[in-house]
């Protein structure tokens, strides 16, 4: 195995008439931080959601570890589901808004799917949960339930409840829009640290500044191809989309 995490190769998907990747290609080194930046509308979501298989592209291939799927040779029925469903496995998406379960304390929130669905022994995931709690900073809420909680801390039970899974990549589809101004910082600080602790991190986000200080790689998308890609200071400081016939920034 070598060191590259995620590999995607040739990436299209069509939604109708709409090209919405058209060629996508890129990887990320184990243990570093992607981000996906770009015009509303350049594909960003849909390329994250490639990643997990959540909306399956119409071709290209892509690698997480040890799990390969070529979507353009991709089984019908029940085999292509089950090599969809090996993809997805690898990866866990953390979205705009949690969604906890609001019936259940923090803790159990994070112990239910590595318990249920992983089968792993409920004692060792206790001890577990209990280090990702401290680690968002929230080891005082493990008894507390969802309307205890600041959307702010919501979001990194949420962030932990997906690092409970152990998965090998952390998607981040704009993790702070849905908060208000003041909670945003609390949960990019949490993101943030997870790159130092060795987690492989691929996040769509308008926060520009915090691409800066948290990217190992920038990835420029517009009209569903990738116009620049490199280390953040070369690319948020001069992307070359800015300047790139039919580029916008709009979005910035
Ligand atoms: P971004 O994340 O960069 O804002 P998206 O990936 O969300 O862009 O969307 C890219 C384009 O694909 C947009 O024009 C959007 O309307 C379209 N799109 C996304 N998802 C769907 C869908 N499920 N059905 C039809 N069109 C979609």
Known sequence: MNDIRIEVSVLHKSFGDLDVLRGIGFSTPRGTSTVLLGPSGSGKTTLLRSLNALDPPDHGVVRIDDVSVDFSALPPGKAGRAAGARLRAQSRMVFQSHNLFPHRTVLQNLTEGPVVAQRRPPDEVVDEAGALLDQVGLSDKADSYRYQLSGGQQQRVGIARALALKPRVVLFDEPTSALDPELVGEVLAVIKDLASEGWTTV??????????????????????????????????????????PGGSCGAF
């Open 203 to 244: 996040i769509v986000t308008h926060e520009i500044r915090f691409a800066e200080r948290v990217a190992d790689q920038v990835l420029f998308l517009d009209g569903g191809v990738i116009v620049e890609h490199g280390p953040p200071g070369q690319v948020i400081a001069d992307p070359r989309g800015k300047n790139a």
